[in-house]
Structure formats: C-alpha cells, structure tokens
C-alpha cells in the first residue's frame, strides 16, 4: 500500500507545530520512543569522576536546556526525570548573567527570590523556584517534574501555563512553597536526588577499580614486553622442554626464567605470578606469539612512518633458501624510485624478472645491479681468464682442507706457527664464491704462515708422524710440490696486491650510506689502480717480492721451464720461430697481463650500466658541475635532460631557475666556510641546515630521489646472518609467521626501541578475546 502524499497546507501546519516545540524534534522523538528503564554510562577521561549521564537525552544546544517550557508538550518518563535532575534547574540569574525581561505590566522577574532569610539569620536557596527565558514565567521545578502526584493542578507545574503575575510574585512564591502537593513534590525529589548521587558513588568506585585493575595488567604486559623485546633482539630462544612455571627442576625456558627472576625485585610482577588465576598468568607460548606478533607490527608501521615521511623510497631485496617473506605492509609504488637486487634472472630479468614487475608500477624504478655482487664477478671470471689462477685459488682450497680436517696435523702447524719469529698463529680459512672477502682473508693466512706450513708437510711426507696412511703422505708430498714452486709465491703476492685494493672497495660498496657518485669514484680509482699493475715495472716489483719471500722457506726462485713444444713444418717453409725469449716473459705476457687485463676489461663491461645511471646525476655534483665557476660558465643542458626523465616529481623550467640560483648561493656559501668538506657528503642536508628546501622545491626533490637510491643489496643479505640465529637446529620447526616477526625484531632493533609499549598493547588487545581488560 503506497503512503499518501500530504498536501502543501497540510505540510505547513505541520512544520508550524514543529515550530511550537523549540527544542531539537530529532532528540523529542527518541525521547518518546525510548522506554524509562534507558541508562547510559559514558565516561569522561578528562574528568575526576565517573557518574551515571541521562543528559544525552536532553538538547544541549538550547542555551537553558532545563527550560520547562520546552517540555509542554511532551510526557516526562523516569529517565527523562533523571535527566534534567543532573542538568540541574534553569535558574539563569544563579548559572548564568543574564538580563529578566518585563512582562505586559511592566513587571520582571527578581533573581532575589531565590534567597530565603530565615529568623535565627540563616540564608537559604530556594532550589525549587526556576524562570523560564522562553515563556518569561516561572516555575516550580519538583512539582513539574513531579506534576503527576500533585492532587491539585497548578500553574507552577504546567509547563504550559506558569507563573508570571511578577507584582505579587513574593506572595505567590511563600505561599506556593507552604503547601502539600509542593512538600510532597520537594519530598520525591530529594529522595531521586540522593539516589542519583548514591548511584553515581557506586558506578564511581566501580569504575575507579576497574582503571586500577586495567592499570596493573598494562603495567604487566610492558613487563612482559620487555622481556620479550630482550629475547627477540638478541635471537634468543623463549621455549623450553617443560614449561612448568613452578616447577624448579625441568627446563622452563628463557621467557619464563627471566619473568621469574624479574619478579624476585619487582613487586607488579611479583603480585601477578601470586595473585593471577592458572589460565590467566599471560606466560603461555601462544601469548608470547602475540606479543611478538604485537612488537613486529608496531616496528613495521614505524619504518612504513619513516617511508611515507620521505615519500621516495628503493627497494632492496635477496632471498635465501630458510625463509619466504609476504608483505608486511603496503606501500604507494609509484613513489619508488630505485630497485636493487643481485644479478639472478628471476630478479633482473627486463621482460619477466622482479625489475620488469616493478617498472610496470612505477616507471621511474631505475634498477641498478647490486655493486657489491658486481665486483664479486669481476673476480670470479678474472680468475676463470687463466688456468694457472684457478689452480693457485685450488691449491688454497686443498691446503685448508688438508691441514683442517685432522686435529694431529692441525696441532703440528700450530707448533710450528709458534716457532715463527712474529709469532703469529693464524687460522687457515675457507674460500666461498659468495663472499669474496674469504678470499683476501684465505691468501692473508697462507702468506704468513707458509714457512710453517712447509715444515709441516716436509714432517708429514717424509713420514715423521706415527700412524700416517700412505694416501696422507701422497697428499703432502703434493701439495708441497705446489707450494715450493715460484709459480705459487707469485699468486700469492700478486693476488694479495689486487685483492687488498679490491677488499677496500668491497667494504665500501656494501655500507647502506654511500651514494651513486661517491660509489662510482671509488670503482673507477680501483679500475685506475689494477690497470696501473700492467706494466713490466710492477711485474719486476712482484717477481722480487717474490724472491725475498721464498727465502724464508727455501722455495724455488725461477719460473718452471715448460717444455717446448716442436712445430710441423712442411716443405719450403721457414724453421725459424718467433719465441719469447725468456720464462718470465713468456709467464708475462700469457698469464700476469692476461688476469689484469680480464679484470679491467670485465670491470668496465659490467658497470657500463651503472655508469649510465651515474651520469644522469652528474649535474647534481657541485664538484663535477658548479663549484668554483661563475654563473655563465655552468651548463644547463645535461639538466634538461635529466628533468626530462623526472617530469612526473619536477617542473622544468622552475628546476633551471632554482639551479642557476642554488648554484650561486653555493659558491658564496661555501667561500666563507674553510672546511669545504662539511657538506660533501650530502647536498640535501647542507639544503636543511640551511633552510632552503622551500626556496627549492624541485631541485630538493632531485636529491631527495638521488640520496635514496641504493647501489647495493647487501643490507637485506645480512638478515640471513640473523636468520642463522634465531632459526637454529633446536629451533628449526618455528613457524613462518613466528620466524618472520623475530627477525624483524632482530634485523630493526634500533628501531623496535623507539616503539611505543601502549600501542603494542593495543594491537595486543585486539588481536582477540582476552581474559583481563588492558
């Protein structure tokens, strides 16, 4: 059945009632509809105390929202009642200053009436006696409230008719406030006044307890996060065998025994192991989980904080083979800038790899091939570039695994090692493909303990040890055999020299605060430094090194002669041949040269492409571009092409303007300061020490994306030292999620101390249905 559409007269009336009730008819009408029984807490934290509001049903936007008038219409219920009870009356010339108006005979209210001087000279407050500023009457507010036990109507509870005879208005209000109905009225007041009070005590002390007991479990909880944030950091275990809290013997594990050793000096602690019900102490494994969770959460928004404060970013990422990580939190990608990862296909691939996946949300990822990783291939196909190099790198893998891998040999070098003028005792090391540093350390150890190492395998191969098997006196004899040779020392000094350049630059490459120009200098002093080795001086230099050092255990001074291989000549041909006259040319030429020459020329091949990326920001270097020229001598070209690229975060033609300015203002700047090396090292933070970011808006963004690309993954690849601690034999049925929120804690430390302990424990909250309040 359709509803019937009201005409415009009768739509009229209804808003002219409507108009008639002067209070909000939104709350009016949920007055009606609601039963007395309603009864609302809301507690005010800003308040000292916590009391019972029935206000919410009364209009707080009238100015006296007390005003009896405003009800003339409407059946007060109990709830209603209490409401305007803890209003209180409208008694505007007490609350509030306000000016009485005259009524039609020129008569007005007198605030005055409200005072009561009795006999003995006490004064009193006529409580009762309420003036309305809408019908310019005045009331009695308990017997308007109360209107349904009078036995007599009057014009004091009628909202609707009132009082306004202000001439007699003495008169009326003495001889009003002596009869019944108004005694019985004031009686029912007070009595509902009192209860009121006595409510709002209860709900109070309620209250007040319940904050208390909320307070201790909080004060409980950062206890226990701290125990657990000390665990996580330090990739330390939290279970153990039987986690018994009371039982001294079995192995409870490190969370419990430290909450139990905290809570011998710590009262909080100590009252809730004593006082706290078995299923309600909060030490079982699965909170600890969710405390871990908790702290892990909090750490990520602090970190998804910093990104969006910055808002550029790269991305870094490597992966090993213990842990597959999802997506903690979600990031805006057409704000990142640059990605980074090693040189596997899955991740650099330019049609299907992670770098094309990236692109595709932000065009503006520049990928740039992790430096460190780089520099590692360098080595690896320099050394594949000749056999004599892949054997002297075999002959040190075979050394430590000989003298290692049994404990009568390895005490034999020490003493031996101990026999040595220095004194030094120095580990054989392993080689690793991966980390190339091994290497320098691997060629350090054997190059200072050859003299010892060779007496050691002379004793062995001549049999001097008891017990030896024939295939270990082979092995010795053979390995001697490799060590004496010149060959050997050669390697060893050679590689020693490159590879103490090339450590320098490897430890440089992997700090996360280096930037592209700065990493791109120093690649290009080592390409400098390893190209100037190929000369015949330095071949000499190396080759007597090499001598000195063989007299310190009778080693062989010479080259090996090969042996010459005989050349088919056929009838008419010529029998003389073009030879190299000596070994150590023919040792020059085929193998010394070779080697630099592979790692030059695989150097530059493999960091064309990060030499691309660094010449796109080349203008940005004040050394390279404008330091100490004059405005007219500073190009603006190059800039033009790189804003080109960052059209989407710069506007051109302001960029140009900024630079030429920021240009001049730099060298004036930086003439009045003596140490020039002050802000090198970073143009953006010379532009906030200066304040000089709003004055330079674009060009401030283009450091902003310069000094966030990084040029090496090796920051997300010592995670797996952490993930080695925290993920260990006893431990290796953790769960992924488990695993993951523990390394976080571990990897960010420094960040996971700044987190605040109240919004864990909030996150801790609502994970699910607790047993205590926080």
């Given at each position: 059945?359709k509803?019937?559409?009201?005409?415009?007269?009768?739509?009229?009336?209804?808003?002219?009632?409507?108009?008639?009730?002067?209070?909000?008819?939104?709350i009016?009408?949920?007055i009606?509809?609601?039963?007395?029984s309603?009864?609302?807490?809301?507690?005010?934290?800003?308040k000292?105390?916590?009391?019972i509001?029935f206000?919410?049903?009364?209009?707080k936007?009238?100015?006296?929202?007390?005003d009896p008038?405003?009800?003339?219409?409407?059946?007060?219920?109990?709830a209603?009642?209490?409401?305007?009870?803890?209003?209180?009356p409208?008694q505007?010339?007490?609350?509030?200053?306000f000016?009485?108006p005259?009524?039609?005979k020129?008569n007005?209210?007198?605030?005055?009436?409200h005072d009561?001087k009795?006999?003995?000279?006490?004064?009193?407050?006529?409580n009762?006696?309420?003036?309305s500023?809408?019908?310019?009457?005045m009331y009695?507010?308990?017997c308007?409230l109360?209107?349904?036990?009078?036995k007599?109507?009057?014009?004091?509870?009628?909202?609707a008719?009132?009082?306004?005879?202000?001439?007699?208005?003495?008169?009326?209000?003495?001889?009003?406030?002596?009869?019944?109905?108004?005694?019985?009225?004031?009686?029912?007041?007070?009595?509902?006044?009192?209860?009121?009070?006595?409510d709002?005590?209860?709900i109070?002390n309620l209250?007040?307890?319940?904050k208390?007991?909320?307070e201790h479990?909080?004060?409980?909880?950062?206890?226990?996060i701290?125990?657990?944030?000390?665990?996580?950091?330090?990739?330390l275990p939290?279970?153990?065998h039987?986690?018994k809290l009371?039982?001294g013997?079995?192995?409870?594990?490190l969370f419990?025994?430290?909450?139990?050793?905290?809570?011998k000096?710590d009262?909080?602690?100590?009252?809730?192991?004593?006082e706290s019900?078995?299923?309600?102490?909060?030490?079982?494994n699965l909170?600890?989980?969710d405390?871990i969770?908790?702290?892990?959460?909090?750490?990520?928004?602090?970190?998804l904080?910093?990104?969006?404060?910055?808002?550029?970013?790269?991305i870094?990422i490597?992966s090993?083979?213990?842990?597959s990580?999802?997506d903690?939190?979600?990031?805006?990608?057409?704000?990142?800038r640059?990605?980074s990862y090693?040189?596997a296909s899955t991740?650099?691939?330019?049609?299907?790899?992670?770098?094309?996946k990236?692109k595709?949300?932000?065009p503006?990822?520049?990928?740039i091939?992790?430096?460190a990783?780089n520099l590692n291939?360098?080595?690896?196909d320099?050394?594949?570039?000749s056999i004599d190099?892949?054997?002297?790198?075999?002959t040190?893998?075979s050394?430590?695994?000989f003298?290692?891998?049994?404990?009568?040999?390895?005490?034999?070098l020490?003493?031996e090692?101990?026999?040595q003028v220095?004194?030094i005792?120095l580990?054989?090391?392993?080689?690793?493909?991966?980390r190339?540093?091994?290497?320098?350390?691997?060629i350090?150890?054997?190059y200072f303990?050859?003299?010892?190492i060779v007496?050691t395998?002379?004793?062995?191969?001549?049999?001097?040890?008891?017990n030896?098997?024939?295939?270990t006196?082979s092995?010795?004899?053979g390995?001697?055999?490799?060590?004496i040779n010149?060959?050997?020392?050669?390697?060893?000094?050679m590689?020693?020299?490159i590879l103490?350049?090339?450590?320098i630059?490897?430890?440089?490459?992997?700090?996360s605060?280096?930037?592209?120009?700065?990493a791109?200098?120093m690649i290009?002093a080592?390409?400098?430094?390893?190209?100037s080795m190929r000369?015949?001086?330095?071949f000499?230099?190396v080759?007597e090194?090499?001598?000195?050092?063989?007299?310190?255990?009778?080693?062989?001074?010479?080259?090996d002669?090969?042996?010459?291989?005989?050349?088919?000549?056929?009838f008419g041909?010529?029998?003389?041949?073009?030879s190299?006259?000596?070994?150590?040319e023919?040792?020059r030429?085929?193998t010394?040269?070779v080697?630099?020459?592979?790692?030059?020329?695989?150097l530059?091949?493999?960091?064309?492409?990060f030499?691309?990326i660094?010449?796109?920001?080349?203008?940005l270097?004040?050394?390279?571009?404008?330091?100490?020229?004059?405005s007219n001598?500073?190009?603006?070209?190059?800039?033009i092409e790189?804003s080109?690229?960052?059209?989407?975060?710069v506007?051109?033609?302001?960029?140009?303007?900024?630079y030429k300015s920021?240009?001049?203002?730099?060298n004036?700047?930086?003439?009045?300061?003596?140490?020039k090396?002050?802000?090198?090292n970073n143009m953006?933070?010379?532009?906030?020490?200066?304040?000089m970011?709003s004055?330079?808006?674009?060009?401030?963004?283009?450091?902003?994306?310069?000094?966030?690309?990084?040029?090496?993954?090796a920051?997300?690849?010592r995670?797996?030292?952490?993930?080695?601690?925290?993920?260990?034999?006893l431990r290796?049925t953790?769960?992924?999620d488990?695993?993951?929120?523990?390394?976080?804690?571990s990897?960010e430390?420094n960040?996971?101390?700044?987190?605040?302990?109240?919004n864990?424990?909030?996150t801790?909250a609502k994970?699910?249905?607790?047993?205590?309040?926080?």
């Amino acid at each position: 059945m359709k509803k019937k559409r009201l005409s415009g007269g009768a739509r009229r009336i209804i808003k002219e009632k409507e108009k008639m009730v002067k209070g909000n008819t939104s709350i009016l009408s949920f007055i009606n509809t609601h039963t007395p029984s309603i009864l609302q807490v809301q507690p005010d934290t800003n308040k000292k105390s916590l009391d019972i509001v029935f206000s919410f049903l009364i209009d707080k936007c009238q100015y006296f929202p007390s005003d009896p008038y405003l009800f003339k219409n409407i059946t007060l219920s109990k709830a209603l009642i209490r409401a305007l009870i803890e209003v209180s009356p409208c008694q505007p010339g007490i609350e509030k200053k306000f000016k009485f108006p005259k009524n039609e005979k020129g008569n007005c209210f007198n605030p005055d009436w409200h005072d009561i001087k009795s006999r003995s000279g006490f004064h009193f407050k006529r409580n009762w006696l309420v003036f309305s500023p809408k019908s310019n009457k005045m009331y009695c507010f308990s017997c308007f409230l109360f209107r349904t036990l009078s036995k007599h109507n009057s014009n004091w509870s009628d909202p609707a008719e009132g009082v306004n005879n202000f001439r007699k208005g003495l008169e009326k209000i003495i001889k009003h406030e002596t009869s019944s109905d108004h005694t019985n009225t004031v009686k029912e007041y007070l009595v509902l006044k009192a209860q009121l009070q006595n409510d709002n005590t209860i709900i109070h002390n309620l209250m007040r307890a319940e904050k208390s007991e909320k307070e201790h479990n909080r004060n409980v909880l950062k206890r226990l996060i701290d125990v657990s944030l000390f665990l996580a950091k330090n990739g330390l275990p939290f279970r153990g065998h039987k986690e018994k809290l009371n039982d001294g013997k079995s192995n409870n594990g490190l969370f419990l025994e430290l909450v139990k050793l905290i809570a011998k000096y710590d009262a909080v602690l100590c009252k809730h192991l004593l006082e706290s019900k078995r299923s309600q102490t909060y030490l079982s494994n699965l909170i600890q989980n969710d405390i871990i969770e908790a702290m892990a959460q909090e750490t990520l928004q602090l970190i998804l904080k910093e990104v969006k404060i910055a808002k550029y970013f790269s991305i870094i990422i490597d992966s090993t083979i213990d842990i597959s990580r999802d997506d903690q939190f979600s990031l805006n990608f057409s704000m990142c800038r640059g990605q980074s990862y090693d040189g596997a296909s899955t991740m650099s691939g330019r049609y299907s790899g992670l770098q094309s996946k990236v692109k595709e949300l932000s065009p503006l990822s520049l990928y740039i091939h992790c430096c460190a990783h780089n520099l590692n291939l360098v080595l690896i196909d320099s050394i594949k570039s000749s056999i004599d190099a892949v054997s002297f790198f075999g002959t040190l893998e075979s050394l430590y695994t000989f003298l290692t891998s049994s404990l009568p040999r390895l005490h034999i070098l020490e003493e031996e090692q101990k026999k040595q003028v220095e004194g030094i005792v120095l580990t054989l090391k392993k080689l690793s493909e991966t980390r190339w540093a091994s290497h320098k350390r691997a060629i350090d150890a054997v190059y200072f303990s050859l003299p010892a190492i060779v007496k050691t395998l002379k004793k062995i191969s001549k049999g001097e040890i008891p017990n030896t098997k024939q295939k270990t006196v082979s092995e010795a004899q053979g390995l001697l055999l490799h060590i004496i040779n010149f060959k050997f020392s050669f390697f060893l000094i050679m590689w020693r020299t490159i590879l103490d350049k090339v450590y320098i630059l490897s430890n440089y490459l992997q700090n996360s605060s280096i930037n592209l120009l700065t990493a791109h200098s120093m690649i290009q002093a080592c390409f400098t430094d390893i190209d100037s080795m190929r000369t015949i001086e330095v071949f000499m230099e190396v080759k007597e090194k090499a001598i000195v050092f063989c007299n310190g255990f009778d080693g062989r001074k010479q080259f090996d002669e090969p042996r010459c291989k005989k050349i088919k000549t056929n009838f008419g041909e010529s029998t003389e041949v073009q030879s190299i006259s000596s070994f150590d040319e023919r040792f020059r030429i085929n193998t010394y040269f070779v080697i630099l020459d592979a790692f030059t020329n695989v150097l530059k091949y493999r960091f064309e492409d990060f030499s691309s990326i660094v010449r796109k920001f080349e203008i940005l270097d004040p050394k390279k571009s404008f330091e100490g020229r004059p405005s007219n001598e500073i190009l603006v070209e190059p800039l033009i092409e790189f804003s080109t690229f960052y059209q989407v975060d710069v506007e051109q033609e302001k960029l140009i303007l900024e630079y030429k300015s920021f240009c001049s203002i730099y060298n004036q700047l930086i003439a009045e300061i003596k140490n020039k090396k002050v802000f090198d090292n970073n143009m953006l933070k010379f532009m906030i020490e200066n304040d000089m970011i709003s004055s330079y808006p674009n060009l401030s963004t283009l450091y902003k994306i310069y000094y966030t690309l990084s040029i090496s993954s090796a920051t997300a690849e010592r995670s797996f030292s952490r993930l080695k601690l925290i993920k260990t034999y006893l431990r290796s049925t953790i769960a992924e999620d488990s695993l993951s929120n523990l390394v976080v804690l571990s990897i960010e430390r420094n960040v996971a101390e700044d987190m605040d302990y109240n919004n864990v424990i909030e996150t801790f909250a609502k994970m699910k249905k607790r047993r205590k309040t926080f």
